[in-house]
């Protein structure tokens, strides 16, 4: 079994929760985090009369000042699948998601040992 986390645009979540719940994947949790990827979008200046200032004395100082990095907010889902089903999930994850655009997501997908269904004690692929 798999564990795979994506983390997608909020605008999103709708129709890549139809296109799970339509393949066969019903079960899955979300929800809303903050985050940001390694592009320096959505930087955003803090103080006009302190960043005036800096630049007048000092440039690399004035840099500090200026950029205040801002989280962006996004939808994390979380489901668990047999290995056959894998890159069934992955693919259908992407094909939703993915416009071309930076930030369109990532998916990780991490070894799940063992499964069990608090209410039945039902174990691994029984549990899912």
Do not use: W
Not at 18 to 33: D, G, I, W, Y
Not at 63 to 80: G, I, K, N, S
Not at 82 to 107: Q, S
């Amino acid at each position: 079994m798999k564990e795979i986390i994506a983390i997608i645009r909020m605008n999103m979540i709708s129709k890549t929760k139809e296109a799970l719940l339509k393949s066969n994947f019903p079960s899955f949790t979300c929800r809303q985090v903050v985050g940001r990827g390694k592009t320096k979008v959505g930087y955003t200046i803090t103080d006009e009369t302190a960043r005036s200032e800096a630049v007048a004395n000092d440039r690399e100082k004035a840099e500090q000042l200026a950029e205040q990095h801002r989280l962006v907010p996004r939808r994390m889902m979380t489901l668990l699948v047999k290995d056959e089903d894998l890159k069934e999930a992955i693919d259908l994850i992407i094909g939703v998601n993915r416009t071309g655009n930076p930030g369109d997501g990532k998916i990780f997908v991490l070894p799940a040992s063992e499964v069990i269904r608090v209410r039945t004690g039902e174990k691994n692929a029984d549990a899912l």
